[in-house]
């Protein structure tokens, strides 16, 4: 009999190759990335399905500021229709929101959008959506050391306490498990500084295709092949 499939907890996602899937096709950038927020809809309905409990999604990155001014506008202005328009959808689909990042470099009026979704969905218990934005994993490791250093300079807690485990409390990430699964969508091979400290024993997944035709079933072929792995954690 086929073992039954395991869920990853927390799956982790690089939304990649928006603007190659415009490209070949003659469209415009936005359009792809239009295209990509459909695939967001799709994951996120199939991990609340699946019963997958955390979806990391890297939405947009600190480098990606050096994009034209006008693809960065319209990608904002994207994310902030999304949250109006998305969120009486996640309250029916008890969908709690979450971000992490630099979330003031954000434009005022996508952060207010922000904040009332989070706000609004806080009591949710289904899955937790984490949106990065404007994130840097080694800005966010940093961010942790200065905290720490805080922590430290200000009496609370001695040097000698630090660990793995401590530290992790001083990330963005400190209410969430690490992801279990990490999939990165059009075929690249990097893990362009995300999650850098919570991906240490995560599981990877690399698909060709374009993130803005990722759909319900590919989504299950990533879990399908997790479920195979054998994670060792550096045992045996
Ligand atoms: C990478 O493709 C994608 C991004 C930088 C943005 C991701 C944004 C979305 C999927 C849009 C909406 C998001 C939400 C949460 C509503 P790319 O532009 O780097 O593609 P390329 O490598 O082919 O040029």
């Not at 000698?160 to 699964?181: C, G």
Request: aromatic share 8%.
């Amino acid at each position: 009999m086929a073992s039954p499939v395991k869920i990853p907890r927390h799956i982790a996602i690089i939304m990649d190759g928006n603007g190659r899937w415009a490209r070949e096709r003659g469209f415009s950038r936005i359009r792809g990335h239009e295209q990509g927020a459909e695939s967001v809809r799709a994951v996120l309905r199939a991990c609340g399905e699946v019963g997958v409990e955390f979806l990391t999604l890297y939405a947009f990155s600190t480098e990606n500021w050096k994009r034209p001014k006008a693809e960065i506008v319209a990608l904002m202005k994207l994310l902030e229709r999304f949250l109006k328009k998305e969120t009486p959808e996640l309250m029916e689909q008890n969908v709690k929101l979450q971000a992490i990042g630099r979330l003031t470099d954000l434009p005022p009026a996508c952060q207010s959008e922000l904040h009332r979704s989070i706000e609004k969905t806080s009591s949710n218990t289904g899955v937790t959506l984490i949106l990065a934005l404007s994130y840097s994993a080694r800005m966010e490791i940093i961010d942790g050391v200065k905290s720490l250093l805080d922590a430290v300079e200000r009496g609370h807690i001695d040097k000698a306490m630090i660990d793995v485990e401590m530290f992790s409390k001083h990330l963005y990430t400190r209410y969430y498990p690490d992801p279990d699964l990490l999939i990165r969508t059009s075929g690249e091979m990097r893990i362009s500084n995300f999650l850098l400290w919570q991906l240490s024993y995560t599981e990877m997944y690399v698909t060709p295709k374009m993130w803005p035709e990722f759909r319900k079933e590919d989504l299950l072929d990533a879990i399908n092949e997790y479920s195979k792995r054998q994670r060792r954690y550096g045992g045996l």
